[in-house]
């Protein structure tokens, strides 16, 4: 099939009208080459109609998923953006997204589909699994301001070859990190839902590279795991962290703050008292400190892992059920240990008063909390509508960018006197 140009179409059957939506992605369509793969030509007419009402100048066609890998392939300057519907002859669009995500070409994907929006969701998880960058889905029919908000989620500059993977670090990096105790916390506020006021801080390690600057654990985390060293890595954390949170209480910041526990530490039963003597000498309340504990990290070597947790909750330390429902047994880790917290998992939090599916598992998630006497926390919230969904549900603490991003503890205690201000201000 043809790319076609402006102007090609011999009959205008589609016309598209441009919403104010559209105007700031109208300059980004006039850079970007599409691929519009739809099997149904009036509806891909439509697409094509809707794009050029953006500003889409270069767009090629396809009926279906082989036509379409064979024009990214010949296609130069490569497709930037495919847009793509599901159900088609041949190859259909799942079997293509997964070719795609195979392939070296790796433009950004809109799908478009006439599917139920839960359908929807699945296929936008399974293209992620595939690596595939996807901008968004769209419900049939397509419009210029459906097409047009989601394009303002593309980079407009060059595409890189290379897919942003986290620069892992080799090991004399990392124990040499370690021995200058340039492992750090990083801490994120937590906010009560119903008056906005700050209840806590989680502490999330950052590594400072001489060269390459702050690092995320998900470059060092799994290595100091590897290489046995995760016990000093958390305690570094705990004392680090319970120092910051007896620095708060004294200036009157009476917040708890929220350690990682990883699986490895858990396993030596001397743990709990040794964190005990910890925040003793810190002259911090153990109800002050919130061990947050994954739920793979809770099943491992079961014996010491709940004496050391039972201790903990003995000793007055909060404990946290962190990325609740991700795993294969939350029920059974909820009957069996004293938790305090349940924290739910961003993917559930994510795009929630849009998702069906979603709305109803934050509403058991915090049904399951409060039944069980205990607080739900949602994590990663970004946005307003997320925010709002979890009042809806009645969640208690919600943590994401949406209030802040982590900061370093010489920043947070600012911060925390501005939000207060702010709050009483409203
Ligand atoms: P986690 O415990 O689930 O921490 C939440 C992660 O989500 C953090 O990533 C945080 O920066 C990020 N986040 C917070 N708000 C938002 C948001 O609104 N949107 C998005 N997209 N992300 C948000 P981070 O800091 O990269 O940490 C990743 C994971 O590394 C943590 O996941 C935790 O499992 C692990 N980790 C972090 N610090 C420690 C530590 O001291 N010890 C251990 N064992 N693990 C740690
Ligand atoms: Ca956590
Ligand atoms: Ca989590």
């Not at 980079?155 to 492992?183: F, G, H, Y």
């Not at 396993?267 to 005990?276: E, F």
């Amino acid at each position: 099939m043809k790319p076609s140009v402006p102007g090609s179409l011999n009959a205008p059957l589609v016309t598209a009208e441009i919403g104010a939506a559209a105007m700031p992605a109208a300059g980004k369509a006039r850079g970007l080459r599409f691929l519009v793969v739809e099997d149904h030509p009036l509806q891909r007419q439509m697409l094509v109609v809707a794009l050029r009402a953006i500003g889409a100048e270069k767009i090629d066609e396809a009926a279906e998923g082989r036509e379409a890998l064979q024009i990214l392939l010949g296609a130069e300057p490569r497709v930037d953006v495919v847009v793509c519907d599901l159900d088609m002859p041949n190859m259909d669009g799942m079997a293509f997204i997964r070719h795609l995500g195979g392939s070296t070409e790796q433009p950004t994907l809109i799908v478009t589909s006439a599917l139920d929006p839960g359908l929807l969701s699945s296929v936008e998880t399974m293209a992620r699994a595939y690596g595939i960058r996807l901008l968004g889905t769209i419900e049939k029919p397509a419009t210029p301001d459906k097409l047009a908000l989601l394009l303002l989620g593309q980079d407009s500059s060059p595409r890189s070859s290379a897919k942003s993977a986290p620069q892992t670090l080799n090991e004399s990096e990392v124990i040499a990190a370690l021995e200058e105790d340039r492992i750090v916390p990083y801490f994120q506020p937590k906010v009560a839902l119903s008056t906005g006021a700050l209840v806590g801080a989680e502490a999330l390690a950052r590594l400072r590279h001489p060269e390459r600057g702050i690092l995320s654990p998900a470059s060092f985390i799994a290595l100091v795991e590897q290489l046995g060293l995760i016990d000093r890595l958390t305690w570094s954390m705990l004392r680090q962290s319970a120092a910051a949170c007896a620095t708060w209480q004294r200036q009157g910041l009476d917040i708890t703050v929220s350690v990682n526990l990883s699986q490895g530490s858990l396993a030596d039963p001397s743990l709990a008292g040794r964190i005990t003597s910890l925040v003793s000498r810190q002259h911090l309340d153990p109800r002050k400190m919130v061990l947050e504990i994954t739920e793979s990290a809770a099943m491992t070597e079961v014996g010491p892992a709940l004496e050391n947790l039972t201790r903990l909750r003995m000793k007055g330390f909060g404990l946290s059920i962190d990325d609740f429902g991700t795993g294969y047994s939350s029920m059974q880790q909820l009957s069996r240990i004293p938790f305090t917290e349940l924290k739910i998992d961003r993917s559930f939090v994510s795009g929630a008063e849009n998702h069906a599916q979603r709305k109803i598992i934050l509403e058991s998630s915090n049904d399951l909390a409060r039944r069980l006497g205990i607080k739900s926390v949602a994590e990663g919230v970004e946005t307003q509508g997320e925010w709002d969904e979890l009042m809806r549900v009645g969640c208690a603490i919600a943590q994401g960018y949406f209030i802040a991003q982590p900061m370093p503890a010489a920043e947070f205690l600012a911060w925390a006197l501005n939000w207060g201000q702010q709050k009483l201000q409203r």
